[in-house]
């Protein structure tokens, strides 16, 4: 079953987008309520202990290939691991859960930049097609099918914020292309072992000025859920869809994280569902049906299983 799974990347990659689509309502829900930089060190730290008993063969299989390409390794670490969430759920403290899900929408144009600049990788004209296509469904939601809306939408520090980690997972999502060959469970502890490592400082400083939070119900479930979700799970089916057909055709797969925001909003928040949540899913989906279809090969600088 799992390994059916494995090898299903379209699966895999909505199943990514509806996990961080919940840590993104999740990390709105408790901004103020825990801080950013303790629940993205708890998330990867918990992850990593989660994970260890499990890699432990792997990793020493790995260690050569872990020590030959350990500053790539690095920059992976320091850019998916410790810096975007981190910076992402700074921003929830000061930008609308509205603004956050259009300016994440931009993520298949920074991988689509970023693949291009570092992997010589140019889109098709079909998943060119495809990622308008479901920017649009995107846009349809978030400004509820008025473009007034959007005209008047006002942007803030934590909008900027957003950007910045969209730019930094961009960078991260196109070097996943280059990643070395070694064991999926492997290669995820390693980044999340180093990604604690680098955060752990900031930690100490958030610490240190008092930042503090009530260990309650609500912080454990939170940390429960960005400790499995959106990291083990998420980040290895990430990885297994980007190595099965590469960066840029996984890209438009983000596009869905707004539709299921929206849809977790009406399930859980209470929000009452629009006929612009139909026509922006439909948009969504079209756009992901043609990015995929139309597309050329899986990239072939993609590294192999």
Not at 1 to 11: I, N
Not at 190 to 202: C, D, I, K, M
Request: contains cysteine.
């Amino acid at each position: 079953m799992f390994r059916r799974l494995f090898d299903a990347p379209y699966l895999l990659l909505t199943l990514v987008s509806l996990f961080w689509a919940g840590n993104l309502v999740l990390g709105r829900y408790v901004a103020g309520h825990v801080p950013p930089v303790t629940l993205a060190w708890m998330r990867w730290a918990l992850a990593s202990l989660i994970l260890l008993p499990f890699a432990w063969r792997a990793l020493r299989q790995d260690y050569p290939l872990v020590l030959r390409h350990w500053k790539l390794l690095a920059v992976l670490a320091l850019t998916g691991i410790t810096l975007f969430n981190t910076i992402a759920y700074y921003a929830l403290h000061f930008t609308p859960a509205i603004n956050a899900l259009l300016i994440q929408s931009t993520g298949p144009l920074m991988i689509a930049f970023w693949s291009l600049v570092l992997n010589g990788e140019r889109l098709s004209g079909g998943q060119a097609a495809g990622i308008t296509l479901s920017l649009m469904g995107v846009l349809t939601i978030v400004c509820r099918g008025d473009l007034d809306v959007l005209v008047h939408i006002r942007f803030n520090r934590g909008d900027v914020l957003v950007l910045l980690a969209m730019i930094v997972y961009g960078i991260y999502s196109a070097l996943l292309a280059r990643r070395p060959a070694m064991s999926q469970l492997g290669f995820l502890t390693t980044t999340l072992l180093l990604g604690v490592l680098f955060l752990t400082p900031a930690f100490a400083v958030e610490r240190s000025f008092g930042e503090g939070f009530v260990l309650d119900t609500t912080a454990l479930l939170a940390f429960a859920y960005v400790a499995v979700f959106p990291s083990v799970l998420a980040y290895l089916f990430f990885i297994r869809g980007v190595q099965l057909i590469g960066p840029n055709r996984a890209a438009p797969f983000f596009h869905l994280m707004p539709m299921f925001g929206s849809a977790l909003a009406i399930v859980f928040l209470g929000e009452v569902p629009h006929l612009y949540h139909a026509a922006g899913y439909a948009l969504v989906l079209s756009g992901i049906a043609i990015a995929t279809i139309w597309a050329p090969g899986r990239a072939t600088n993609a590294t192999p299983p």
